[in-house]
């Protein structure tokens, strides 16, 4: 396992170097990067604190790439603790060996050792991002990535005329893994964040932080393009413009059908794209982003502010705030979710899957357990079909490629061991709740369903859940218990939205589907990484195929030992 670390005594060096070699008559290119991350003394709120930081910046730089290159990131890491980095998204195809979770498809980067991660963007352009894929270290080391359409390739919306990225986090005054571990130790859930951030920068309204507020200049009849990431930890967030429409234009690198909304709602590892047409009186106008919450749990209500300023408006008017739905507006969050289309045209079409070979329900649950080591005595958990997933000591990936015994067993359920009322009266029975490493296997090239269903042992919450190595096609939602009689006759086969993280509603479920034509071994896990360090994971074999082009890729020999 990775060592504690102390920001004031560590130094992580991760070279991720760019240069571009582009073929004047090819559209593929190789790009390389170098990235320099270290411990940086940031100032947001009122002091400064040391951060983990990429060349010295809170978010991270953005990577461009276009669809077809290849990318080659050269890691180096000179900290005392470990590092990996999951580039969110990126299908990796038969390529695990990039997607970079830790102890999933690779060993951590140890100290004084090297990782190049290599992998190739295909089929896919839009906006996605980069973070550590280890402990709570993404809370600062995240950045986006845009990847341009192809040369020549038009998005099938109106064309703007600049684009800002919008990356929404979080900020602790503390060090954010000393807050986690107390949290642990205590059996309770760590201190939540002391302010939100877009670009890295909370916004005037919270105190000593005036010059700490993002800016963007706009022009008078022009559109601009909005990359709307949510690099936050542990919550879902609305984001509004004042005064200003959106147009929701793609999810998750997939493109949409355009429809405009006041307000977006997007969870941990979501993004979305926006069109924001600058019509207003010339003046400056807030945006906003603060967090959805519809669970009886603690809410989080700090609001992180941005300014849209029009060109030539001097800097004293004084913005007003957008109308954001309630912190509880649980029905603007599920229409909003309704009007979520995949564009399905010709040359983007959406390929769901109709005949489905495996079908799967998991149930995510929280619950309380025993801990004698805990202050509190006990200590909370998280599990899906009532199981708490146990990280490994050796990557998943390569004990499958290299039949390594005693690493994991491939008897995870197809459905919960014990039916009960999911959503009725809450309950803090475990219902036997079991602890291990145990996958799902699935053939190659099946389809797969899986609904997701949200339970009350403890309490209803919603959660994100990303799965590494695919897209998949959101095909129905619904609040209460999934009824699977009744409710797949609901389901939109024909544009049902295609992503890679899927909300799953809040005391409801979500069926989601997919072709498993992406062989190895592939991480699902709730995107709050509070839920995830309590065990809300598991992880997918999918076997290799017979074709020529259908297994495992040899993993490169620089992979990080463990």
């Known amino acids: 396992m990775a ?15 760019f240069i571009s070699s582009i073929s004047l008559h ?16 940031v100032s947001r709120l009122c002091h400064a604190k040391p951060i983990v930081t990429v060349n010295g910046m809170f978010p991270g730089p953005t ?6 290159d290849r990318v080659l990131v050269n890691v180096t890491n000179n900290a005392q603790y470990n590092m990996s980095i999951h580039w969110h998204g990126l299908k990796q195809f038969r390529n695990g060996w990039a997607d970079g979770p830790a102890y999933i498809t690779q060993c951590p980067i140890k100290t004084g050792h090297s990782y190049t991660y290599d992998f190739n963007v295909t089929g896919q352009r839009g906006t996605l991002w980069w973070h550590a894929h280890i402990f709570w270290l993404r809370a600062t ?97 609305f984001f509004g413009v004042d005064g200003h429409n959106m147009t929701v234009v793609e999810i998750d690198a997939v493109y949409t059908k355009p429809f405009t909304t006041p307000a977006i709602l997007i969870a941990p590892g979501q993004t979305t794209n926006v069109l924001v047409q600058a019509n207003r009186a010339p003046g400056r106008y807030f945006m906003a982003a603060r967090p959805f919450m519809d669970a009886p749990v603690i809410v989080d209500n700090k609001t992180a502010t941005a300014i849209l300023q029009y060109k030539g408006v001097p800097d004293t008017i004084i913005p007003s705030l957008p109308k954001l739905p309630a912190p509880n507006d649980t029905s603007f969050a599920l229409n909003y979710s309704t009007k979520l289309r995949s564009l399905n045209s010709p040359q983007y079409p959406a390929n769901v899957p109709l ?20 202050i509190n005595g006990t200590k909370l958990i998280a599990s899906l079909n009532n199981i708490t997933f146990v990280m490994p000591q050796i990557g998943l990936l390569q004990a499958h490629y290299f039949n390594i015994p005693g690493v994991f067993i491939t008897d995870f359920p197809d459905k919960p061991p014990t039916p009960f009322n999911y959503t009725g009266a809450p309950l803090t ?5 079991s602890q291990g490493t145990r996958l799902s296997r699935i053939p190659f090239n099946s389809t797969v369903e899986l609904v997701l269903q949200d339970t009350n042992l403890l309490t209803v919450e919603s959660h994100p859940f990303h799965l590494h190595g695919y897209n998949f096609f959101i095909v129905g939602t619904g609040v209460g218990n999934f009824d699977p009689a009744k409710d797949p006759a609901k389901y939109n086969l024909v544009d049902p939205p295609e992503r890679n993280t899927v909300g ?15 062989p190895g071994v592939w991480f699902m896990h709730c995107h709050l990484e509070l839920h ?8 997918f074999v999918v076997e290799n195929g017979k074709g020529p082009n259908q297994s495992v890729l040899p993993p490169p020999k620089d992979l990080p030992p463990c």
């Open 532 to 539: 995830t360090g309590w065990g809300l994971k598991m992880a």
């Open 26 to 41: 090819a559209e593929a290119a190789v790009k390389t990067y170098k990235f320099d991350v270290q411990v940086k003394n």
């Open 504 to 518: 799953v509603p809040t005391g409801g479920w979500a069926a989601i589907r997919f072709r498993a034509d992406n």
């Open 63 to 68: 990577i461009y790439v276009r669809e077809g």
């Open 141 to 237: 080391v995240h950045g986006a990535i845009v990847i341009l359409p192809k040369q020549g390739t038009l998005f099938p919306f109106p064309q703007p005329d600049m684009e800002t990225n919008i990356l929404l986090g979080e900020w602790w005054n503390n060090d954010v893994e000393e807050v986690e571990k107390q949290g642990n130790k205590m059996g309770l859930p760590p201190n939540t964040s002391d302010a939100h951030t877009i670009n890295g920068k909370p916004g005037p309204l919270f105190p000593c932080s005036e010059k700490h507020t993002f800016a963007m200049e706009v022009e008078q009849g022009k559109t601009y393009l909005l990359r709307i990431i949510n690099a936050a930890l542990n919550d879902e967030l």
């Open 355 to 374: 005949k489905i070979d495996r079908h799967l329900f998991y149930t995510i649950g929280l619950g309380i357990n025993p801990c004698p080591t805990c």
């Open 3 to 17: 060592k504690a670390y102390n920001f004031f005594s560590c130094s992580l060096f991760i070279f991720f170097w």
């Open 429 to 433: 029975a475990n219902l036997g709740t």
